[in-house]
């Protein structure tokens, strides 16, 4: 015979199904709490990236006004020295000049960090706090196409040079075989890196 079912085992079922009821509301409620909680320490994180990024585009600021100042800095002291060295190599220095700038056709742009002119040449100087053998390369190609920015030195003869108060021995052997003037710090004053027996190239 089939069991019988009473009415206690109706009330069991329905209070169990109850029960059951309750705890997946009650655990749904749960995962909605939890997930609110990810949802919020989500927003906290967005907040705290975007501070983050705000503060790094403030020290990258700060940092780039920093380096231009210092480069302005490392100029000042380049300058007034370079008459002085460039004499002792028998290159009497008329002018020094800051900052000169020229610009071609197609966005094409040149500029120089010191120019030092006499009546018949011209030294062109990259200042650099830290100078590194991109910095080399960079003003090789800058002194190749000098004459083409500034035609009216074309009848002079050009020369390089790279000044700076940090460079490591590599980048001064560099310099100097591709025949540039490598002007350093010694001490409270600059000095040539270059012996005496070095001859420049000229461009």
């Given at each position: 015979m089939p069991e019988t079912v009473t009415l206690e085992d109706v009330w069991k079922a329905f209070r169990e199904t109850d029960l059951q009821m309750k705890e997946t509301a009650r655990r749904q409620q749960e995962t909605d709490r939890q997930m609110q909680e990810t949802a919020r320490r989500q927003q906290e994180t967005d907040r705290q990236m975007q501070e983050t990024d705000r503060r790094i585009k403030?020290?990258?600021?700060?940092?780039?006004?920093?380096?231009?100042?210092?480069?302005?800095f490392v100029e000042g002291l380049v300058a007034p020295a370079c008459k002085t060295l460039f004499a002792q190599r028998g290159i009497p220095v008329h002018k020094v000049s800051r900052r000169m700038e020229a610009e071609l056709p197609g966005d094409?742009?040149?500029?120089?960090?010191?120019?030092?002119?006499?009546?018949?040449?011209?030294?062109?100087?990259?200042?650099?706090?830290?100078?590194?053998?991109?910095?080399?390369?960079?003003?090789?190609?800058?002194?190749?196409?000098?004459?083409?920015?500034?035609?009216?030195?074309?009848?002079?003869?050009?020369?390089?040079?790279?000044?700076?108060?940090?460079?490591?021995?590599?980048?001064?052997?560099?310099?100097?075989?591709?025949?540039?003037?490598?002007?350093?710090?010694?001490?409270?004053?600059?000095?040539?890196?270059?012996?005496?027996?070095?001859?420049?190239?000229?461009?």
């Open positions: 403030e020290v990258n600021k700060q940092i780039g006004h920093l380096g231009g100042r210092l480069g302005e094409r742009h040149m500029e120089i960090d010191l120019f030092v002119v006499n009546t018949d040449a011209t030294v062109l100087v990259e200042v650099k706090s830290k100078l590194t053998l991109d910095d080399v390369r960079d003003h090789m190609t800058r002194l190749e196409a000098f004459k083409e920015f500034f035609p009216e030195y074309a009848d002079k003869r050009t020369m390089g040079a790279v000044a700076a108060m940090v460079v490591e021995d590599q980048v001064i052997r560099f310099a100097i075989k591709n025949g540039l003037f490598v002007i350093m710090q010694a001490g409270e004053t600059l000095r040539l890196a270059n012996d005496e027996e070095f001859v420049p190239r000229e461009w």
